[in-house]
């Protein structure tokens, strides 16, 4: 079941100046390296205290550099998130500031599978290495398939909150790609509910997901829980153009003319 279609319907403001953008951008980097590099002597020093503190310090990082860039973050739909149970939420990969997004977003059972790339960062990489997130290399199938497992392991074990980017790499213009068949195989693995996450507005307050962010609104909505108990591994795309479908209704098609709904 969906909601209704009024309560999801939504175009995002004007973004605000070019200039202010691009006045703002070597502070809010300079900012995101130092609270990164602060969280990093902490974790070398006091790696008990960072511990206890990681999610703290995570909301810390996405909501300063927000604030900075003048990005407001509207949020629907959390009561679809169930509090007892294993979730993989699948999001709209749009580019870089979806790491602020979902920063804002974390909380202690949350996890990520993000690509290696992100560990040759300077510090912000050291840090990441160090949350409990599960890095996979795209260009390994083996090393990519080993990922996966130690995701399922960790959302039997923790019952977490897994995010995915089921396109696998970023849309330069908000459009929805092909999806992979990675979080599908881990959901049937798992049988985790898939919770559908729609991340609106990047595009506009960053357009083309280069360096420049414009002030603006980000909307996120926590669309109904998709169960996946009734599908195996013969069924996986079955799964997968379910999921593409319910997108679909919100996101433009990026592959409408390619004839699939999923890449292998």
Same mark, same amino acid.
């Given at each position: 079941m969906l909601p209704p279609e009024e309560d999801l319907a939504w175009t995002p403001p004007p973004p605000g100046s070019r200039l202010r953008g691009w006045l703002t951008l070597p502070f809010a980097a300079l900012a995101a390296f130092l609270i990164a590099g602060l969280a990093a002597l902490e974790l070398l020093l006091l790696p008990g205290r960072f511990?206890?503190?990681? *999610?703290?310090?995570? =909301?810390?990082?996405?909501?300063?550099?927000?604030?900075? /860039?003048?990005?407001r973050l509207e949020v629907h739909g959390r009561e679809n998130l169930?509090?007892?149970?294993?979730?993989?939420?699948?999001?709209? =990969? *749009?580019?870089? *500031?979806? /790491? /602020?997004v979902l920063a804002c977003?974390?909380?202690e059972r949350s996890t990520v599978v993000h690509k290696r790339e992100f560990h040759r960062i300077p510090v912000l990489g050291f840090v990441m290495k160090r949350l409990d997130l599960v890095a996979i290399d795209r260009s390994n199938r083996a090393e990519a398939i080993r990922a996966l497992e130690r995701v399922a392991e960790i959302?039997?074990?923790?019952r977490a909150w897994v995010w995915m980017a089921p396109e696998g790499t970023r849309?330069?213009?908000?459009r929805l790609g092909p999806f992979k068949m990675g979080p599908f195989h881990l959901a049937v693995a798992t049988h985790a509910p898939i919770v559908p996450v729609l991340l609106r507005g990047i595009e506009v307050v960053n357009p083309g997901g280069g360096l420049q962010v414009r002030s603006g609104t980000i909307r996120v909505d926590f669309l109904h829980p998709i169960p996946t108990d009734g599908y195996d591994q013969d069924h996986v795309r079955d799964l997968a153009d379910r999921v593409r479908r319910v997108f679909l209704r919100w996101l433009p098609d990026r592959c409408s003319d390619e004839g699939t709904a999923a890449a292998a």
């Open positions: 511990r206890r503190r990681r *999610v703290a310090w995570i =909301h810390f990082w996405g909501r300063t550099l927000f604030a900075m /860039m003048g990005i169930p509090e007892d149970v294993p979730l993989l939420l699948l999001f709209d =990969h *749009v580019g870089l *500031v979806d /790491m /602020m977003l974390w909380n959302v039997r074990e923790r849309s330069r213009d908000g």
